[in-house]
């Protein structure tokens, strides 16, 4: 198994990333680190959650290198983030569809690598967090609504190392 671990860094929205294999700066959420995390709140949760399945743009990005389940994004899917749809909540949605969620294909290269965390998942409970994901970071490493960023090289290097036992721990420190 693979061990991710997340500790913070300088500033409520900067951390470490590390592996057996080394540390990778890293971009939180805009509200830091929580052990109590909410709906919109904007934090990273605090805790140890598995890596369930990794989403790939494949106008984008070729299948990168890993043992993690994978998947190509489509521009059809979303990601349920609304408390009041509760069947879908935190989950995989294709579009259109209705209640609140966010769009997978992204313009901005944000999703073009996407790991599903499993975070509030198993299963969902309305209001306590949904879209938690490791993904790519902005250029201007600029806070994320709550994931986990990372460079692309870096994120690869991670991956290289993924498999369906892999774990991502989140601490203070």
Same mark, same amino acid.
């Given at each position: 198994m693979t061990l991710l *671990?997340? +500790?913070a860094a300088a500033g409520a929205s900067r951390g470490i990333l590390? *592996?057996?294999t080394g540390e990778w700066p890293c971009a939180l959420g805009r509200g830091g680190l929580t052990d109590a995390k909410r709906e919109g709140d904007g934090a990273t949760p605090i805790g140890r959650f598995p890596l369930? +399945? %990794?989403f790939y743009r494949p106008d984008r990005e070729p299948p990168p #290198? *890993? #043992?993690l389940p994978t998947l190509p994004l489509a521009e059809n899917l979303g990601w349920c983030d609304d408390p009041r749809a509760s069947a879908d909540y935190n989950r995989l949605? +294709? %579009?259109p569809f209705a209640p609140g969620h966010e769009r997978m294909w992204r313009d901005d290269g944000l999703y073009d690598l996407v790991v599903e965390l499993g975070y509030n998942d198993a299963p969902p409970v309305p209001g306590l967090g949904s879209a938690i994901f490791l993904h %790519? #970071?902005?250029p201007d490493w600029g806070p994320t609504e709550g994931c986990v960023a990372m460079a692309r090289d870096? /994120? %690869?290097a991670v /991956?290289?190392?993924a498999g369906a036992s892999s774990e991502i721990d989140v601490a203070r420190r």
């Open positions: *671990t997340v +500790r590390a *592996t057996d369930r +399945r %990794l #290198a *890993t #043992a949605v +294709r %579009l %790519l #970071a902005r870096d /994120l %690869l /991956l290289a190392g």
